[in-house]
């Protein structure tokens, strides 16, 4: 741990792309981790802001600007809040984002489902994220009797391999245990899904492989949670089913999320950060929105994007510190009584803090 903090790169540049709704409270408290680590370490992290989604279409009338994409394929991390506005519904901003996962090719999405209350659930999902159903050809016709919509499902064999590689990879390191998801009784995508994975198992001897069809495997997520290590999907069955396993761990606002491509030349992912939470135009600006996923989504930064495997975890000790003290916001509340956004965030911060000050004069002690 010593020799990795002192011989690692520790300049990096962060863009942050608060966006709409609660993106903007709980991108906040997630910066001030970003703030101690500027402060008290010597790891520096640039970061800029910039406009996505209804706030980018307020001012600059586009969901997101070139500029903007050119910026997120030259940073090493992209922290994003939410994208999503009432009142740009017929703009659509989310599209801004799917741009965004597209062009920084970022094709698995990795979101972490852990208990972090009685340790019950520790499942990583892996949901493919720039292919199928989302990027396909669509089209609303208009025919003399009616109106006939096509949204296409398409998956090239490349697509599918790549994003079973980084499952079998992390299931290789975790508990060995994979569970590819699919509709192989319906639909041809997940036959030949199916078949990748077998053949990709065959490198991966350790990892067992099992295969399950979604509407079964929505059912045994729900009823038995411990039968799952990591599991994998395509891009619109993972996101359907990881709104889902939030209920595991009592609320949306406590999964966070990574989404990595290729490693860069340097040796790291470029990634996008962001919770799985959507921007909750129902309750933005109240200042109570659970701040955690998006905290757990930086914790993820600094394992993927920065290789530093420590901050990332003294950033999750944090959180459950902050947990065990019961400092907790409404969705995760059970009486009448709950703290803000601001409250949550801060307690974070300076457990995290503590934390890491111990951490640096460890290292210190030891003279390194
Ligand atoms: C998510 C979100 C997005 C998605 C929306 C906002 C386009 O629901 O990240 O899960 O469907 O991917
Ligand atoms: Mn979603």
């Known amino acids: 741990m010593s020799l990795e903090y002192t011989k690692k790169k520790r300049e990096f540049n962060l863009l942050v792309l608060p966006g709409d709704g609660v993106g903007q409270e709980v991108v906040n408290e997630a910066i001030k981790i970003i703030d101690v680590i500027n402060e008290i370490t010597d790891i520096k992290i640039k970061y800029e802001f910039d406009y996505i989604g209804g706030a980018c279409l307020d001012k600059f009338n586009e969901s997101i600007r070139t500029e903007t994409i050119k910026k997120a394929l030259k940073v090493n991390a992209v922290l994003l ?3 999503g506005s009432p009142k740009w519904d017929k703009q659509q901003p989310e599209k801004a984002l799917l741009t965004l996962r597209k062009k920084m090719n970022v094709f698995a999405n990795i979101r972490p489902i852990k208990d972090y209350f009685n340790n019950n659930v520790d499942i990583l999902f892996v949901r493919e994220l720039t292919g199928g159903i989302y990027f396909g050809p669509k089209k609303l016709i208009q025919t003399k009797k009616e109106y006939i919509a096509k949204d296409v499902l398409v998956y090239k064999e490349h697509e599918i391999k790549r994003v079973l590689k980084v499952a079998f990879e992390l299931a290789n390191n975790r508990n060995k245990n994979l569970v590819s998801v699919d509709k192989a009784n319906v639909l041809i995508s997940s036959k030949l899904w199916r078949e990748l994975a077998n053949k990709i198992s065959q490198e991966y001897p350790q990892v067992k492989l099992r295969h399950m069809l979604v509407d079964s495997f929505a059912y045994n997520l729900i009823k038995n949670p411990k039968d799952f290590d ?17 209920v595991l761990v009592k609320s949306l606002g406590m999964l966070p999320s990574a989404s990595i491509g290729y490693k860069s030349n340097n040796g790291l992912y470029r990634g996008l950060y962001e919770p799985v939470h959507g921007s909750a135009p129902d309750i933005a600006n109240q200042n109570i929105a659970n701040p955690i996923a998006t905290i757990l989504s930086v914790s993820l930064m600094f394992k993927y994007s920065f290789n530093l495997p420590y901050i990332s975890i003294l950033i999750e000790k944090a959180v459950m510190e902050n947990l065990k003290q019961g400092v907790l916001t409404k969705d995760l509340s059970n009486n009448n009584y709950y703290h803000t956004t601001s409250e949550v965030g801060e307690n974070i911060k300076n457990i995290f803090k503590s934390l890491l000050k111990q951490e640096l004069q460890v290292l210190k002690s030891q003279k390194l």
């Open 81 to 83: 809040g939410a994208v």
């Open 230 to 246: 990591v599991v994998v999907s395509e891009n619109l069955f993972g996101d359907i089913l990881t709104d889902e396993a939030a």
